[in-house]
Each structure stands twice: as C-alpha cells, then as structure tokens.
C-alpha cells in the first residue's frame, strides 16, 4: 500500500526542489513571520506573486497546491465566524483567513519541493527541540501504517456486510478507533524496545549532509529582498 | 567459550500468566541454533530475555562471558543484536540509512564514522540501494534485510531473530536465509518455519508451554514426525 499524501511531488526535480532544505526552511520561516507581521491591505495580494512563481517554478500543479492549502479554511471558519458579529468582524475576518491562508500556501509549497526527512533534519539544524522534531519523524513513519491497519479493519468491517442504524455504525466505528489506540499503544511499546535494544539513550540525532551552494545564497539573498520590499514598500 | 550461558527460573506477564520456567542453555560460540515452538510456547519472550529487552529478577544471562546486569546492559545490548518479528517496529526513522545508523550514533561514533559503518553493514545485508527510502514503501524481505542491517551496524556478536520468516514468501525466506549463511556471527532463531531452522541451524531445541521439552541436532529432530506433530509444529 502507498500512502504519499504527506510529500507528494517531493521527489520531482526542478531548481526548488535542489535548494538547500535549510535554505528552504528558514525562507517559510521568514515568510509567515513577515506575513503574519504585516498590516492588512488591498496590496496584501502581492503576497501570493512569490509564492505562485515558485509554484512555477517547482512544476508544481497549481491545483494540488490550491486544494491542498484549503485544508485551513474550515479552522478558520471556526474560530472568526463568530468574529463577523462585530462592527470590526469582516476585518478581523479577512485578516485572519488572508495571513492563515498565505502561511499554509507556503507550508504546502515547502513539503512540496522538500522530501519530510530533509525537512526534519533542517528543522534539528535550526536547534528546535528534539521532542519536536521527533515526534514529526514517528509521526512520518506510522501514520501511514496507522492508516493502513484502519482501513484493513474498515475493510473487515465491510466485508462483513457493516450495516444498521446510524448510531449502532456510530458504535462500531468508535470501537475500530479504540482498537487503533490500543495497538498503536502496544506498537509504542514495541518501538520502544528496539530503540533501547540499539542503545537508545533519550537523544535521537541523525546525521546530515547539507552543503549550501550559490543558488542557495542568491535565492536567500532574492528572496529575502522581495519580502522586504513587500513587508516596507507599500 | 559460550556465547550464551543462561538460567531462567520463572518469567511470567504482568498478568500472571507463565511464560518461561526454569530453562537452562547454553550455546558456544558460533553456533545457529533454533528455538523450535508453535504460537505462544514463549519464543519471543525467551528472546526478549537475551539483550535484556525482558527485566526478570529469576534470571542468571551471561553473555560472552559477561553478567547481564545494570552496568552491563548497554555492552550487551551491542552485542546481541534482537531483530524483531515485525520490521516496522525495529525500523522507527523517516529513512533507511537514519535507521541504520541509529546503533552506530547512540554508541558515540562520529558523523564520518558513522556513515562508514552504516555504508557497510547496508552493503553487507544488500539494501544499500534503499540508504534514501523510507521504510513504509518497501516489502517485508527488504525490510527484514533492513532490520539486519541494523544490528551488523552495532557490530553484534550474537544476532537473536525471531520469527524472522512471519508474513514472507518463498523467495523472501530464501534470500533471506543465504544471507543469514554468510554472516559468521551466533545465531538463535526462534520459529516456526521447520525448513527455515533446516537450513540455517545444526542445533534445535523445542519450547513447549515455557520449557525446553527437547535439545537435540535439528536434522534428527527435523526427522520425528511424530514429535514434531505433538509439539504442534507440524
């Protein structure tokens, strides 16, 4: 079973895609800090030039990269509908759904064009606690399996003619995700083992091979200056 | 000289079931012996016992001559290398080659030295056109040849698999076991798969309800029906 929803396209080549992920890591760093920094105006739009060029430029599909970055909508939906009853709602509202959207464009255009577990070691680079860093890479390696044995068990469950009224499915299904828990619980354990079985001893480095280049250098050196010039021109 | 000198007088689960009872081995160096049991005869537990991986206070390990014991858990724990019934719980990083190297990182060698033992024991196991891959794409042979690599990496005297053949087929078993041929190192494979010990091992011994019931060469056992039929292994 091949699950790639995470990375998909990462392992495409274009000059993105070649830049150093350390460059690329600190470049979305930079972006949501200066977009979530930045008063909101007509102009904010000027925002998405950057990331639409790089889209571009990485031989993305435009259309992965919108859909995929649609998955905040419905948060922040949640959290400002309730905002749009104040005189200052529609503003708050449009601030919100603008800066969230752009960091979430550029989060999608990132794991695009960066394969996850160079990404985690550009995140160990900038020194984000291990705990973090960690929890992503087993998050990386299990979800799929996760989702695998769910879909195995909701396969079983079908096949077996799963059918009723809403609530006894209601039931049946909260029983799969206790089971998923508790052999997700035994797996941990089991994982745990054979971290201590190779001498686990509560640090988890991995080494890295990263070498910045002068595409890398004149990307940061460009990039940096577009944000700027974005963030005080206007 | 022994490899392994053990004595387990008790091992029983949390919940009170007995799983080993008063077992006696020893093994010389060198050796391929197997651990002959049907389901739930306590193979993994007995496993578990060699690296320290199962704490049991009626238990006397010795292995190559040193004492299982708090100070001594980390040397022996490189020295017996336990590959899982389960890759995916012995392969726990986003990649190969971060997998491999996990061993040779928690034992303090350097970066450099690091990736030449990594390099190695991939090579050794012929996975070293997986280093980039992550696990969940790849098939049980190639990640139970991975598993392996993870223990050569330790430079491990003794390797203790169990069930190393659970969910393979035919070409799996076989690859796997001319691989197991080459390596020099003891080894004690618990399983089921009679052809399996019939190829790799001179010695077996049959685990029945938590005992040792027989100890004898593996071609003559391998010959009694009958008593194999008994055991539930045929």
Same mark, same amino acid.
């Given at each position: 079973?091949?699950?790639?929803?995470?990375?998909?396209?990462?392992?495409?080549?274009?000059?993105?895609?070649?830049?150093?992920?350390?460059?690329?890591?600190?470049?979305?760093?930079?972006?949501?800090?200066?977009?979530?920094?930045?008063?909101?105006?007509?102009?904010?739009?000027?925002?998405?030039?950057?990331?639409?060029?790089?889209?571009?430029?990485?031989?993305?599909?435009?259309?992965?990269?919108?859909?995929?970055?649609?998955?905040?909508?419905?948060?922040?939906?949640? &959290?400002? &509908?309730? +905002?749009?009853?104040?005189?200052?709602?529609?503003?708050?509202?449009?601030?919100?759904?603008?800066?969230?959207?752009?960091?979430?464009?550029?989060?999608?255009?990132?794991?695009?064009?960066?394969?996850?577990?160079? =990404?985690?070691?550009?995140?160990?680079? =900038?020194?984000?606690? /291990?705990?973090?860093?960690n929890i992503l890479a087993f998050m990386y390696r299990y979800l799929f399996l996760f989702a695998g044995e769910l879909e195995r068990m909701h396969r079983a469950a079908? /096949?077996?003619?799963?059918?009723?009224?809403?609530?006894?499915?209601?039931?049946?299904?909260?029983?799969?995700?206790?089971?998923?828990?508790i052999r997700a619980y035994e797996r941990g354990e089991r994982v745990y083992i054979a971290m201590l079985s190779r001498g686990y001893k509560h640090d988890f480095h991995?080494?890295?091979? =990263?070498?910045?280049?002068?595409?890398?250098?004149? =990307?940061?050196?460009?990039?940096?200056?577009?944000? %700027?010039?974005?963030?005080?021109?206007? | 000289?022994?490899?392994?000198?053990?004595?387990?007088?008790?091992?029983?689960?949390?919940?009170?079931?007995?799983?080993?009872?008063?077992?006696?081995?020893?093994?010389?160096?060198?050796?391929?012996?197997?651990?002959? !049991?049907?389901?739930?005869?306590?193979?993994?537990?007995?496993?578990?016992?060699?690296?320290?991986?199962?704490?049991?206070?009626?238990?006397?390990?010795?292995?190559?001559?040193? #004492?299982?014991? #708090?100070?001594?858990?980390?040397?022996?724990?490189?020295?017996?290398?336990?590959?899982?019934?389960?890759?995916?719980?012995?392969?726990?990083?986003?990649?190969?080659?971060?997998?491999?190297?996990?061993?040779?990182?928690?034992?303090?060698?350097?970066?450099?030295?690091?990736?030449?033992?990594?390099?190695?024991?991939?090579?050794?196991?012929?996975?070293?056109?997986?280093?980039?891959? +992550?696990?969940?794409?790849?098939?049980?042979?190639?990640? #139970?040849?991975?598993?392996?690599?993870?223990?050569?990496?330790?430079?491990?005297?003794?390797?203790? %698999?169990?069930?190393?053949?659970?969910?393979?087929? !035919?070409? !799996?078993?076989?690859?796997?076991?001319?691989?197991?041929?080459?390596?020099?190192?003891? #080894?004690?494979?618990?399983?089921?798969?009679?052809?399996?010990?019939?190829?790799?091992?001179?010695? /077996?011994?049959?685990?029945?309800?938590?005992?040792?019931?027989?100890?004898?060469?593996?071609?003559?056992?391998?010959?009694?029906?009958?008593?194999?039929?008994?055991?539930?292994l045929l």
């Amino acid at each position: 079973m091949k699950h790639d929803f995470l990375d998909r396209y990462a392992d495409i080549d274009s000059p993105v895609h070649r830049l150093d992920p350390r460059v690329k890591t600190f470049s979305l760093f930079l972006f949501v800090f200066v977009v979530v920094s930045a008063p909101l105006s007509p102009l904010f739009i000027a925002y998405f030039i950057p990331l639409f060029s790089l889209t571009l430029l990485a031989r993305l599909p435009l259309i992965h990269i919108f859909k995929r970055s649609l998955v905040v909508v419905p948060f922040v939906l949640l &959290v400002t &509908v309730f +905002s749009l009853t104040l005189p200052e709602g529609p503003k708050i509202f449009a601030n919100v759904l603008a800066k969230s959207w752009l960091s979430v464009l550029s989060m999608t255009l990132l794991t695009s064009t960066t394969r996850f577990p160079d =990404f985690l070691k550009a995140l160990e680079y =900038f020194h984000i606690p /291990s705990i973090f860093t960690n929890i992503l890479a087993f998050m990386y390696r299990y979800l799929f399996l996760f989702a695998g044995e769910l879909e195995r068990m909701h396969r079983a469950a079908a /096949s077996r003619n799963l059918q009723g009224s809403f609530r006894r499915r209601l039931r049946i299904a909260g029983n799969l995700i206790g089971a998923l828990f508790i052999r997700a619980y035994e797996r941990g354990e089991r994982v745990y083992i054979a971290m201590l079985s190779r001498g686990y001893k509560h640090d988890f480095h991995t080494p890295h091979e =990263f070498r910045m280049n002068s595409a890398d250098a004149l =990307f940061l050196v460009m990039f940096s200056f577009i944000l %700027l010039l974005l963030r005080f021109g206007q | 000289m022994n490899a392994i000198n053990l004595k387990i007088v008790r091992y029983s689960y949390p919940d009170g079931t007995h799983a080993l009872r008063k077992i006696n081995l020893k093994v010389p160096v060198g050796q391929s012996i197997a651990i002959l !049991g049907p389901n739930g005869s306590g193979k993994s537990t007995f496993a578990m016992h060699l690296n320290g991986a199962i704490e049991n206070k009626e238990s006397e390990i010795n292995i190559m001559g040193l #004492k299982l014991n #708090k100070e001594n858990l980390t040397e022996i724990r490189s020295r017996v290398g336990l590959v899982f019934q389960d890759p995916d719980d012995q392969l726990f990083c986003p990649t190969v080659f971060d997998d491999v190297a996990f061993g040779p990182i928690n034992m303090g060698f350097s970066p450099e030295e690091t990736e030449k033992i990594a390099m190695r024991a991939m090579k050794k196991a012929g996975v070293l056109h997986l280093k980039d891959s +992550s696990p969940q794409h790849l098939s049980v042979g190639e990640k #139970k040849r991975i598993s392996i690599a993870t223990v050569l990496a330790m430079d491990s005297e003794i390797l203790v %698999l169990d069930e190393p053949t659970a969910n393979m087929d !035919g070409r !799996g078993k076989r690859e796997l076991a001319e691989l197991l041929k080459q390596l020099p190192q003891t #080894k004690v494979i618990a399983t089921h798969d009679l052809d399996f010990a019939g190829w790799l091992t001179q010695r /077996s011994i049959i685990l029945h309800k938590g005992r040792i019931v027989e100890d004898e060469p593996t071609k003559k056992l391998l010959k009694d029906k009958k008593l194999l039929y008994d055991y539930g292994l045929l």
